[in-house]
Nanobody
Framework: QVQLVESGGGLVQPGGSLKLSCTASGVLLRFNNLAWFRQAPGKQRELVARLDRSGRTDYADSVKGRFTISMDNAKNTGYLQMNHMEPEDTAVYYC????????WGQGTQVTVSS
């Protein structure tokens, strides 16, 4: 059974940092494309960052230069480092492992507020 479990969300002040983790079981992340999505209240889910199997990364324009996606193959865990955070980053963040099938975590709340 495949499980993706996100952690690391919480409340942070504008300008602060958080690091989200996505720990996988039942699937090897290095054989999948890893992606982080987010969904703010009243908005559609949007792609934040993607790391493909060849190591290429893509970022939403709104997070370029502030967020970094990475993976630790030994821990079978993906990460999203978020710096210089803004109130507009407030959302539920989901990780996803995608190849022939798409697997999703349950999401973790991130709130950026003073």
């Amino acid at each position: 059974q495949v499980q993706l479990v996100e952690s690391g969300g919480g409340l942070v002040q504008p300008g602060g940092s958080l690091k989200l983790s996505c720990t996988a079981s039942g699937v090897l992340l290095r054989f999948n494309n890893l992606a982080w999505f987010r969904q703010a209240p009243g908005k559609q889910r949007e792609l934040v960052a993607r790391l493909d199997r060849s190591g290429r990364t893509d970022y939403a324009d709104s997070v370029k230069g502030r967020f970094t996606i990475s993976m630790d193959n030994a821990k079978n865990t993906g990460y999203l480092q978020m710096n210089h955070m803004e109130p507009e980053d407030t959302a539920v963040y989901y990780c996803s492992a995608q190849s022939a099938a798409a697997y999703w975590g349950q999401g973790t709340q991130v709130t950026v507020s003073s």
